[in-house]
């Protein structure tokens, strides 16, 4: 269950935002990302214990979103147009609102900037270098804060503006410091295994 990469820039196939956004609607049941190279990646469908720890990192994110109410909460089915060119899905993400505002983007479409904050998890099937260059690609076009999480190496990488990513072995919690005040992600059930809970 690895992701697959379609190579499109030897067939010099050029898709536009546009195109891409119609090739995921046309193909609901895929989960596509489109790098900044043109090439389309094709992300397997987790399994359930992934599938689990995305829901309690989406449900706790989105309940501070909620009741903070400075930016909104999103989830990974939501396409972002990063400034390279690239469309990613993180796992969990959030975009303040003043940038929603002042942008007016239209709310049935992929959203064309980089959000503020993203999470990536780990899944059991990702290859975690793999995993960091999307962290990289977040900071390199506008992320502000960063966290990827890795409850197979019971860690979690920090990655903020202009500064080396620092490493947490086995945290209780994560604060979402200055970029979302107030946020303190809880890692129980997350970083954890079904068995530890």
């Not at 089915?77 to 983007?105: H, M, Q, Y």
């Not at 962290?135 to 502000?144: F, T, V």
């Not at 059930?189 to 068995?195: E, F, H, K, W």
Request: aromatic share 8%; proline share 6%.
């Amino acid at each position: 269950m690895i992701p697959l990469v379609l190579e499109m820039e030897t067939a010099d196939i050029h898709l536009s935002d546009e195109q891409f956004y119609q090739l995921c609607q046309i193909n609901r049941d895929l989960r596509l990302e489109r790098t900044a190279a043109g090439k389309l990646i094709i992300m397997p469908p987790t399994g359930w214990e992934t599938g689990n720890r995305n829901l309690k990192l989406g449900q706790r994110l989105g309940n501070w979103a909620d009741a903070d109410g400075t930016g909104l909460g999103f989830d990974s089915s939501t396409g972002f147009i990063l400034p390279n060119g690239a469309t990613r899905s993180p796992d969990a993400a959030w975009v303040k609102r003043e940038r929603l505002e002042a942008l007016r983007p239209d709310p049935n479409q992929f959203l064309p900037l980089c959000p503020d904050f993203a999470i990536e998890l780990r899944s059991a099937s990702d290859d975690l270098d793999r995993v960091r260059a999307k962290m990289q690609e977040y900071l390199e076009n506008g992320m502000q804060l960063g966290w990827l999480l890795d409850p197979y190496g019971q860690q979690v990488e920090i990655y903020r503006v202009g500064q080396p990513v620092e490493v947490l072995k086995s945290p209780k919690e994560l604060s979402g410091e200055t970029v979302l005040c107030g946020f303190v992600l809880q890692l129980d059930g997350i970083l954890s295994s079904a068995d530890d809970r």
